[in-house]
Structure formats: C-alpha cells, structure tokens
C-alpha cells in the first residue's frame, strides 16, 4: 500500500540520515512520483521543480524513451565485472569520444562526481609525478575524501583535516568585487596573483589546477572574458594540467554542451556526471586528453570501483543522450535563458530586495540585499530568517527551489518552456515581496 506523506516523512526521519543536516531538524519534501519539470507528493500536490533536483535532471523527469531504455538494459545485462568489456561500453565511449570537444577521447566511469575528481586527482599526480593540487575557494568538487580537501565552500571545515597537498587560492571574482574593474582588468589581476603563487609553492611540485568552469553552488558565477584562456596559458607554462569539473555545469546546462566552451578552451582532463544520465542512474566520468590516455597505456593507471562501467548506467546515458539531440535541449536551455534573463532584469527593476542576477544558459541565480545600498542580505556562509520564509513560502505555493545563502538557485529543467518559466517566475516575483519588508534604505 502506498504510504501517505506523512507516513513517509516519518519514516525517513526516524531511519535514515540526510545529507549535510541533523536529522531531528529537516523538514523534508515528500515525493511520490515525478514527471516532466514536476514533482508531486502521494496526496497530489504539486511543486514546479526549479533546481531540476541537484542541478541534475536535465531532461526533465520520467522521460519515456529513458525509461524503455533502462528497461531493455535489465532485461539484457545488468552487471559484469569493470575488468570486463560490454556493448554499453563500448558504444557510449565512442559516443563521447564524438561529442566531448577536443582530445578528450578517453573515459573512466564511476559513479558520480566525487568519485570522477578523486580519480582525476589520482591521474592528475600519477601523469605528472606531482603532488600538489591548486583549487578555488568558492568550489564545490564532491564530499568524498580527496573531493572535499578540493572543495572551498564551507562544507569543508568540519571535515578537516582532509587531504595532504592541496593550495587553495582566490577565485578571478573576490567575494564582493565592486571595485570599478573591468572583467580584462579583474583577470589579469588574477592571474598575476596565481603566477606568483605557483612561484612559492614550486611549478615542479603542482600536479594540476581543478576548477570548476561555471562555479555551481558558491554563486552561479560565469568566469569573466578571457579567464579559461589566460588560466589554460598560465597552466601550460608549467606544465600543470588543467581539470574542469563540469558536474553541474555540463551537458546543456549553459546553453553549450560543455560550459568549457564559451572560453574556447579545451581542459586535459574533464569530470562529468549529473545531466550526463539526468540522474536516472548513477554515473560519473573523467575524460583525459590522447597524451595523458597514451601514458596510461604503458602505465598502470591505480584506480577501480566495483560499480566501474555499470552497463545499465552507460546504457542509460546514452539514452539521455539521444534526448538531449533529438529534442534539441542544448539549444532550448540557451534560447529558455535569454527569457530567464529577461525575467529577472523585471524582478530586479521591480523588488527592492534583488541585489543582482546573473545566468548562463538555464544556469542562474537571483541574490539578495538586505538594503538599497547593495549589503549582501545574508554575509558568507551566514543566514537571515526571512530565507526561511522565503522557502516555506515557495513550498507552499507549489515551487521547489533551493536558497543557498542569500541566493535563489533558477535551474530548471532543459525541457522548459517560456509559459512554465512564467509561471515559475510568478511564484519567485510573489514570494521576493516577503523579503522586500526587511530591506531598509
């Protein structure tokens, strides 16, 4: 018998544990079922699904084509052994190899993304015979052992001390960066400071810098004009490779298939996963440049998971990829983010509380200020009590979205369209008016 709402929270909370909470304080969302860009609990109320989930289910949810496809893959093969070769495989390798740009013709799949940094940064040092990895502050690389040492944000502090060997230095934008610069100006700045960084630490010491192109979590933040082609250059003349985690912000996130491509780069080793299969299944890929794959020919490389190259997970990305084309989602997700845009100039010009918006593609956030000065509503890492009214007031009014900090995450689904986006927009115009009443002047 299907359990009621309240049955279902209860349960959850008395037997499991949630991530990044103490349980005896969540208030989860109970869902019973989902299809296209929305969620529905066991008594049928409805919530337009504004994060896609994780920043993951790109294709919407309950795709029937995806569906069948995991069907067919049960019904065939399920599961060998990583050292065994299968025809999920063997096609979707091929199939990447097509698609991802450049000399990233060579995959490794795990399970997710935490699992595709910590064997990045495995290839990264065995490549190289390095050791150090040079990461950013406002990051979020996965809550793995070696993937959390990576990660900036503050998730990290509890989980200290984490991995040896990691130099952390600042992003190309400071935390508040009204300093009158251009984004040419702001780069070269950057860039700079990091050259003299690898200059104390010692370039014949760094493996690799892990960036992640489009930063996720830590503030939907674009890199500014110019940034990915100077870092790549800066990289390269010392040898130190350049690993883009494109976790969150691949697959069509962006408005490109890869975010890495608005800069016109190409990195030496890539991690993906999330929109790779929309999260229907569990996967995560590192992808490495020819050299670095012609190295491992002769080299052992020193990474397995028992779960490597699931054929039912591989079969399913390629079915999620195949909708991604077929419905052009690559292409909507950049046409659906110049009407987001537009969208969020009105609610800027309307509500006072709207600090500024930024997105790139179906990639984008709103922020908050807590006076018309331009004060961040909430400080770094902080809170403020109307979020929380803000949330509940989204629950209930039939949007999930996710508020980090003084933000709100904009990240639907690629499937959707300008009057779902409207109505999006209305229930986020509708709830901003709450914290209008705590802005002051």
């Known amino acids: 018998m299907t359990m009621s709402s309240k049955e279902m929270v209860e349960a959850c909370t008395k037997y499991s544990l ?110 190289t015979g390095r050791q150090k990895i040079l990461t950013r502050h406002r990051s979020y690389h996965g809550a793995t052992h070696g993937a959390m040492s990576l990660t900036g944000d503050p998730r990290r502090w509890p989980n200290e001390p984490g991995m040896v060997g990691v130099v952390r230095v600042l992003d190309p934008h400071p935390y508040d960066y009204s300093f009158g610069k251009t984004e040419e100006e702001i780069v070269a700045n950057n860039l700079v400071y990091l050259e003299e960084i690898i200059q104390y630490e010692g370039p014949h010491t760094i493996a690799a810098m892990f960036i992640e192109t489009m930063t996720g979590t830590n503030g939907i933040l674009p890199p500014p004009k110019g940034y990915l082609q100077g870092l790549k250059a800066l990289l390269e003349k010392y040898g130190i490779l350049l690993v883009c985690d494109e976790v969150m912000c691949g697959w069509g996130r962006t408005g490109k298939l890869f975010a890495f491509e608005h800069g016109g780069i190409v990195p030496d080793i890539l991690t993906m996963a999330k929109g790779l299969t929309s999260s229907y299944m569990p996967l995560g890929v590192m992808a490495v440049s ?24 591989l079969a399913t990305a390629l079915a999620v990829i195949d909708v991604l084309e077929e419905e052009k989602l690559v292409e909507n997700s950049a046409r659906m983010g110049e009407v987001m845009t537009g969208h969020m100039a009105r609610l800027q010009a309307k509500h006072k509380c709207v600090r500024e918006h930024r997105n790139l593609g179906l990639f984008g956030i709103i922020e908050l200020q807590k006076n018309t000065r331009g004060e961040r509503l909430v400080p770094y890492a902080g809170s ?24 709100v995450m904009c990240n639907p689904p690629l499937t959707i369209n300008e009057a779902q986006l409207a109505e999006a927009f209305e229930i986020v115009d509708r709830g901003l008016s709450i914290v209008d009443e705590v802005v002051t002047d």
């Open 290 to 313: 020819d050299r670095i794959a012609k190295h491992f020919q002769d080299n052992v490389f020193w990474g397995g998971l028992t779960y490597n190259a699931h054929p039912m997970c």
């Open 384 to 407: 403020h009590p109307v979020m929380g009214k803000l949330g509940r007031f989204f629950r209930d009014n039939g949007l999930f979205a996710v508020l980090q900090w003084g933000g």
């Open 18 to 127: 949630f991530s990044w909470s103490a349980t005896g304080k969540v208030d989860p969302m109970p869902i019973a079922r989902a299809e296209g860009i929305y969620l529905y609990s066991p008594e049928g109320q409805r919530w337009l699904d504004f994060n896609s989930q994780l920043m993951s289910v790109n294709i919407g949810h309950a795709h029937p084509k995806v569906i069948e496809a995991i069907k067919k893959a049960a019904e065939t093969l399920i599961y060998v052994y990583p050292g065994m070769a299968s025809e999920p495989r063997a096609r979707l390798s091929m199939r990447l190899a097509e698609l991802v740009p450049g000399d990233l013709n060579t995959f490794f799949y795990t399970l997710g993304g935490a699992e595709a940094n910590e064997n990045a940064i495995k290839a990264a040092r065995l490549f």
